[in-house]
């Protein structure tokens, strides 16, 4: 095994003070990124603008280990999901899907999740570890080796999501890395925009994000009122909502006009998807650029909650949108593969059992 420093997961700053320590050129920093994030490139062999001798140095005191690919899945609508191992224990998913006019990661952050919000598959599995950066941007490094340019040079992955397994605002110190290089001319040149960081609402956390690398943000409310939250996405309980649209107006502050937060929001039928909870929605977002996304709630073994119906989801819609909020549903993508919102950890699960078959049977 070796015991190099990970440059995987280091980003210009951390990449720069590593070659600081090799008595190199901040330069290298930018070179190693090109080959690593935008060329796709592991091997130091072939990094062929750096002397040999450094080559040589850098295989001696550094590693880029990518992660090994235990499945790679194409759905019937183009969604397209990879099962990576991280270690002998875990793998994680993610999840590729293409639009008409774009194409979205969206890239796991631990391995499980400690929030235990009671309609998610994650929430049901637990928590296991945090994810380091490099295990983070390994994602993004995959699918995009995999998913590559279109014809007119345009990268196919426009967009990243951390709404995979886990809670990202609980994994800061591996994520804004990861986000770093994502957004690094000599990463993968994505504008603040379009990557998002998802969370249950770690409120400290939201106002340290917005120092740290204030991407897009999305806040998973699911409930207009705390009893109901409190229910739902347990963390309420500490950080309840007035807390956290406090949290939110502060994230938004100095902010362009154009920029928004969305609020993602899970239809479960006959719990949070009556036109009165619509009603109350609307009157909490009023003083926050709000987007709102409906999410029809995707099942997963054992759970009680079933989906709202289309009407209801379309009623719910309805109403937001009489009182000016621009609001989206989500299409459910990749069910076929068990890619949907929700569904990746009992299939993770389900697969951790079997990694060590799995992957004698993929050999
Ligand atoms: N932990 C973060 C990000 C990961 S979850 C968060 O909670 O925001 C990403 C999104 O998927 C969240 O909005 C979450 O509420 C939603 N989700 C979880 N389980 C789901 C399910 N069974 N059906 C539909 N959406 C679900
Ligand atoms: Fe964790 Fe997000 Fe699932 Fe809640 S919805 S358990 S925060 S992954």
């Keep these: 095994m070796s015991v190099g420093t990970a440059l ?53 005191v550094a590693e880029i280990h990518p992660p090994e690919v235990l499945v790679d899945q194409c759905s019937a609508d183009g969604t397209r999901k990879w099962l990576l191992r991280v270690d002998g224990g875990n793998a994680i998913e993610t999840v590729f899907i293409p639009e008409h006019n774009r194409g979205t990661l969206c890239v796991s952050s631990q391995v499980g999740c400690a929030m235990a919000c009671t309609f998610c598959a994650t929430g049901h599995q637990g928590f296991n570890r945090n994810l380091t950066a490099a295990e983070i941007i390994a994602q993004v490094w995959v699918a995009n080796r995999a998913l590559g340019h279109s014809a007119d040079g345009e990268r196919i992955i426009s967009n990243v999501v951390l709404m995979g397994m886990g809670e990202p605002l609980l994994n800061l110190p591996a994520v804004v890395p990861a986000l770093n290089i994502m957004l690094d001319d000599m990463g993968y040149g994505l504008s603040k925009r379009r990557v998002t960081v998802s969370t249950s609402g770690i409120v400290p956390a ?32 500490k950080y309840p909502i007035a807390e956290l649209m406090a949290a939110c107006r502060r994230y938004m502050a100095g902010k362009s006009a154009r920029s928004h937060i969305t609020f993602e929001y899970v239809m479960l039928d006959g719990v949070n998807d009556s036109p009165a909870q619509a009603a109350r929605l609307a009157a909490l977002l009023t003083d926050v650029p709000a987007k709102i996304n409906l999410i029809p709630f995707n099942p997963f073994p054992g759970t009680s909650y079933r989906r709202s119906s289309a009407s209801a989801v379309a009623r719910f819609q309805e109403h937001l949108l009489n009182r000016g909020y621009i609001v989206t549903v989500r299409r459910t993508r990749g069910d076929d593969i068990d890619a949907a919102c929700g569904q990746l950890a009992g299939q993770v699960m389900n697969r951790l059992r079997r990694l060590e078959p799995l992957v004698a049977e993929l050999r």
């Design 8 to 60: 995987f997961g280091l980003d210009r700053d951390g990449l720069t003070s590593f070659f600081h320590g090799l008595g190199e050129k901040p330069f290298r920093a930018q070179q190693l990124m090109q080959w690593i994030h935008q060329r796709g490139v592991a091997d130091f062999g072939h990094m062929t603008n750096l002397a040999k001798p450094l080559r040589g140095r850098l295989a001696e």
């Design 206 to 237: 939201i106002d340290r994000l917005k120092a740290q690398c204030d991407v897009a943000l999305a806040v998973s409310l699911h409930a207009p009122d705390d009893t109901l939250r409190d229910e739902l996405v347990p963390i309420n309980r």
